[in-house]
């Protein structure tokens, strides 16, 4: 079956980087668009950056645009998302979503369960 | 951007009865959109694509409808594993720009 494991969460403080990891198996890893989406305490999820199947195209939320950056590792089966400069506003369980199409212009049909991200001094 | 909006904010239903969640976007999407369950503790599922179309294993009394502005999602006979939160989900923009409503919260009355 379709499995997604994020891994890197953790504490840190603002202005500093992490590397969230996602680890897939149970399908054709380089045949799909992965995505990833985080969601805040108590609110709804909110879209942070999609990958394209081959990793040629990346397309980034405002919020994130030029502070994160969107990788994957095709013959690993693993996505990235490299966070610099992180804020407060970054608090949130990010979870690594998969696509149904190669390119990212669908909906989200497989979520892993997440890795938490706390920015605090 | 795209903004989704979703009523009620929390809809109290008995179990067997029907449960109607609606979605209104902002501007005409089309059918390029999607319904999440999310149980406490748990990530979202996808319940519904393509406004109607029903996702691998998600049971018959769950069906989806609408296209432009206005969507709807119904459950026709409510059962415990049910209550849960529902998000709708725009995919019409491109480049993506995906955008989620607020959810509802279907409780237990």
């Known amino acids: 079956q379709v499995l997604l494991v994020e891994s890197g969460g953790g504490v840190v403080q603002p202005g500093t980087s992490l590397r969230l990891s996602c680890a897939a198996s149970?399908?054709?890893?380089?045949?799909?668009?992965l995505h990833w989406v985080r969601q805040s305490p108590g609110k709804g999820p909110d879209w942070v950056a999609t990958?394209?199947?081959?990793?040629?195209?990346?397309y980034f939320a405002d919020s994130v645009k030029g502070r994160f950056t969107l990788s994957r590792d095709n013959s690993q089966n693993t996505l990235y998302l490299e966070m610099d400069s992180v804020t407060p506003a970054d608090t949130a369980l990010y979870f690594c979503?998969?696509?149904?199409?190669?390119?990212?212009?669908?909906?989200?049909?497989?979520w892993g369960q997440g890795t938490p991200v706390t920015v605090s001094s | 951007e795209i903004v989704m909006t979703q009523s009620p904010a929390t809809l109290s239903v008995s179990p067997g009865e029907r449960a109607t969640l609606s979605c209104r976007a902002s501007?005409?999407?089309?059918?390029?959109l999607a319904w999440y369950q999310q149980r406490p503790g748990q990530a979202p599922r996808l319940f519904i694509y393509a406004a109607s179309t029903r996702a691998t294993d998600v049971p018959a009394r769950f069906s989806g409808s609408g296209s432009g502005t206005e969507f709807t999602l119904t459950i026709s006979s409510l059962q415990s594993e049910d209550f849960a939160v529902y998000y709708c989900q725009q995919y019409r923009n491109w480049p993506p720009q995906y955008t989620f409503g607020q959810g509802t919260k279907l409780e237990i009355k």
């Open positions: 979503v998969r696509d149904p199409g190669k390119v990212g212009a669908a909906y989200f049909d497989y």
């Open positions: 501007q005409n999407i089309y059918s390029s």
């Open positions: 149970g399908f054709t890893f380089s045949s799909h668009a």
């Open positions: 990958i394209s199947n081959d990793g040629n195209k990346k």
